[in-house]
């Protein structure tokens, strides 16, 4: 069973670094992570690091059941992925799942159901590390893609593999 450890906060705070308010930022308004755009009435220049690790125990962590998953690093690598680019995190979780297994065992519908959820129990027990490469793959994928998609987001594309291989 995951748990939303020290580490796991450690690293997204420095992921996430302080307050942002770019342009090329589709959350719009950003500290910690948080964006405006998901919590259009708080007041993002002064949200504490103590109110921003709470929102993403409750918000991410709880809410999308990850202390179901065995495994903590694959926990953490969805984690991170949700503050990153929400529910498409999962959809990349469930075809890595799929790709691992070599056959279309889950639907790709975004949602971290039970059957999800055994599937990534199972392949982690196989093979913890070739799950996370393929998942790293599957974001390194969704990445390039909405950059191919959305020229404004091109800049951010660097920034954003390198938070998958660093």
């Known amino acids: 069973m995951a748990e939303f450890s020290q580490q796991i906060k450690d690293d997204i705070i420095e992921k996430e670094k302080g307050y942002v ?7 719009g308004e950003t500290k910690y ?4 755009r998901q919590y259009p009435t ?24 990850l202390p ?13 992925m949700l503050v990153n680019m929400g529910s498409n995190a999962i959809r990349c979780a469930q075809r ?4 691992c297994e070599y056959a279309m065992v889950l639907k790709i519908d975004g949602v971290l159901g039970n059957l999800t959820i055994e599937e990534i ?3 982690t027990i196989k093979n913890e590390t070739w799950l996370k490469d393929r998942i790293d793959l599957e ?11 959305d020229p404004s987001q ?4 660097r920034g954003w593999i390198n938070r998958v291989i660093l």
Do not use: M, P
């Not at 992570?33 to 405006?36: A, F, R």
């Open 96 to 99: 890595a799942v799929n790709h």
């Open 121 to 123: 129990n199972s392949v």
């Open 139 to 149: 974001r390194i994928i969704f990445y390039t893609s909405l950059a191919n998609r």
């Open 68 to 80: 179901r998953i065995n495994s903590q690093l694959i926990a953490s690598v969805i984690f991170d």
């Open 21 to 27: 308010n770019s342009v090329n930022d589709r959350g």
């Open 33 to 36: 992570g948080i964006s405006k």
């Open 42 to 65: 708080l007041d993002i220049k002064n949200l504490s690091k103590e109110n921003a690790l709470t929102i993403y125990q409750t918000d991410y962590w709880e809410k999308y059941n």
């Open 154 to 157: 091109r800049t951010n594309l």
